[in-house]
């Protein structure tokens, strides 16, 4: 879509990072509030790439989206609350209240919610190696359940696209890989019309690329990096 790939590129920025929660964790009948309001410092979607995560919450730009969890503030407390029970539960609607959390974990970020009812359907030929302690809807239960053969019909998913200050390792660590590449070893590359130029090109525009990511929070860090290649 032109409009999410505006969202993400500016001032140099070209490259997001993949998040997903599947599932999402909620309980049975849990509100999106009630679920978001026990994740305060920090997010319950992981990345998705097997570089290691940025300590702290910092993104420039992100695209969210939830499936599956519809309800916006209703409580699951079984006594009605005279007062909402956090700035979430003051909330309208689901997408108004994962745009407050947004908004609330990563200050200054610009950040688009959307909230979708319908589940992810895990229906076979759809693995089945989720957690004897999901419902058949995919909510946490404390114990397992009674019938523990039966299979996950769907999960609640939330799945983001994110620019973050984690892409600046990941792209320094590229960098550096195929700075150490032997070109002696690539000749089928060369022969096929890439000239050598072109790829000395490439390999500066890359780390170009990897210093539109830096903050001066990871700055300290990716010279550690640096120094102990």
């Given amino acids: 879509e032109l ?33 978001l309001s026990a994740y305060q410092q920090d997010v319950p979607w992981k990345l998705l790439s097997s ?15 939830l499936r599956g969890v519809g309800k916006a503030n209703s409580s699951s407390s079984p006594y009605p609350a005279k007062q909402p029970l956090s700035a979430l539960h003051s909330c309208g609607s689901s997408q108004q209240v994962l745009q407050h959390y947004l908004h609330s974990i990563f200050p200054g970020a610009f950040s688009t919610a959307h909230v979708l009812q319908q589940p992810c359907s895990t229906l076979p030929p759809y693995p089945q190696f989720f957690s004897p302690l999901l419902t058949k809807e995919g909510f946490l239960q404390d114990k397992p359940s009674s019938y523990p053969s039966a299979a996950v019909e769907s999960v609640p998913v939330l799945a983001a696209l994110q620019s973050s200050p984690v892409l600046q390792a990941l792209l320094r660590s590229l960098h550096r890989d195929l700075q150490k590449l032997n070109l002696r070893r690539c000749l089928s590359f060369f022969s096929a019309g890439l000239e050598l130029e072109d790829f000395q090109e490439a390999l500066e525009e890359l780390r170009t690329l990897s210093q539109c990511y830096e903050t001066g929070l990871g700055a300290d860090e990716s010279e550690e990096e640096a120094d102990s290649d």
């Fill in 51 to 65: 570089w290691r995560e940025q300590k702290g919450s910092c993104c420039f730009a992100q695209s969210v989206v």
């Fill in 3 to 35: 409009g999410l790939c505006h969202l993400f590129s500016f001032s140099g920025l070209q490259v997001v990072a993949a998040w997903a929660a599947v599932p999402f964790p909620a309980l049975p009948g849990c509100s999106l509030a009630d679920a």
